[in-house]
């Protein structure tokens, strides 16, 4: 079965950076796009970026734009979310997702069905 795994958050403060990791299992990265999503409580869930698994194509939310960068590592099966110039309002539980049902990517929840744990990510002010 398809399975996710979430690492790399933690504390920092306002201005630094941090870089998650997901880590597949049990499926080939190369026929899924994976999205990163973040949820902080009473809040909702956001769509930060994902990647496409035909072409490597992007997108970015609005908020993250110019200082996030998503990436994959086919050789490691895993993606990454590298976060830069990291904001109090950044902070919240991060989540990767995949699908394989679209061509293309998008940071739409509804539209993934395999979800990791998540990693917290707290930036402080």
């Known amino acids: 079965q398809v399975q996710l795994v979430e690492s790399g958050g933690g504390l920092v403060q306002s201005g630094g950076s941090l870089r998650l990791s997901c880590a597949a299992s049990?499926?080939?990265?190369?026929?899924?796009?994976i999205g990163w999503f973040r949820q902080s409580p009473g809040q909702e869930r956001e769509g930060v970026s994902c990647?496409?698994?035909?072409?490597?194509?992007?997108y970015y939310g609005d908020s993250v734009k110019d200082r996030f960068t998503i990436s994959r590592d086919f050789a490691k099966n895993t993606v990454y979310l590298q976060m830069n110039s990291l904001k109090p309002e950044d902070t919240g539980v991060y989540y990767c997702a995949a699908e394989n049902k679209n061509i293309y990517c998008s940071t739409y929840h509804h539209e993934y069905d395999y979800w990791g744990q998540g990693t917290q990510v707290t930036v402080s002010s």
């Open positions: 990647i496409s698994s035909n072409d490597g194509s992007t």
């Open positions: 049990k499926f080939m990265l190369d026929y899924y796009n």
